[in-house]
């Protein structure tokens, strides 16, 4: 119970592991150590499925472990779509097993996907509206979204320019997303890199959770429902 609050995990999900199954504090101790939570995540998808999709897609299949012990090392796209998970040489066969258990034991539902909607108003008075919410009830921005603005402005800025405007190496988020880039393609360019323009993959540093935080800043941003500088927080 204790790790599931260590790393923000739903309890439910740990607790549902079947007898026998992998350890889930080692198990879950090193999937933390790689890059496994910024692409994936228990109970919903991120760039990759969810683990309970993987788990409910093989459940039963005596081949199962050692079929995806071998996509974890090796890498590759095709039967989740056209994402490639990148190879993972530098884990040991041993500890892909040992994660590769552990999630094929896991048991339970899947998130829902968000059905409340909140409605601010942007720069000129404009109604918009956005599956998250951006304001807490004193008109100070969110925990997360302020943790979102932190970390761009301690990362992201170099090259995307402070307040998400755009910068000398990089464009600016905000057009990106209002030309059509979703919280998913986000993620995907974000955790994969843009090696051909100089842009580094972010999987293994951010975890899905804090790359949320900053889709949800620059969002915002792109919204004009909060303005450059830093944002009103909870800790003023």
């Known amino acids: 119970m204790l790790i599931g609050l260590l790393f923000g995990l739903p309890l439910a999900l740990l607790a549902g592991a079947s007898p026998g199954a992998e350890s889930a504090p080692s198990a879950l101790q090193l999937a933390q150590q790689q890059d496994c939570f910024s692409c994936h995540a228990i109970d919903h998808d ?6 309970l999709k993987i788990a409910q897609t093989y459940d039963g299949q005596p081949q199962a472990a050692t079929i995806l012990t071998f996509k974890v090392l090796n890498g590759g796209a095709g039967h989740w779509g056209s994402v490639p998970m990148p190879a993972h040489p530098k884990l040991s066969e041993a500890d892909a097993k040992q994660i590769v258990k552990w999630i094929l034991s896991l048991k339970g539902n899947l998130r829902k996907e968000p ?3 909140y409605t601010y108003k942007d720069e000129s008075g404009k109604p918009v509206t956005v599956d998250f919410k951006i304001f ?5 921005v969110t925990d997360n979204v302020f943790s979102g603005y932190e970390k761009y402005d301690s990362y992201c800025y170099r090259c995307h320019g402070p307040d998400a405007v755009g910068g000398e190496y990089a464009p600016d988020l905000r057009k990106s997303i209002a030309n059509g880039m979703n919280r998913r393609d986000f993620f995907i360019v974000a955790m994969e890199g843009r090696k051909d323009k100089g842009m580094p993959d ?3 540093f951010f975890t899905a959770d804090e790359m949320e935080q900053i889709y949800e800043y620059v969002k915002a941003r792109q919204l004009g429902v909060i303005g450059p500088g830093r944002p009103r927080s909870a800790g003023d």
Do not use: E, L
């Open 46 to 51: 991120v760039v990759g499925p969810a683990w």
């Open 115 to 117: 059905t409340t909607t």
């Open 136 to 140: 807490n009830d004193k008109h100070q």
């Open 202 to 204: 972010w999987a293994g």
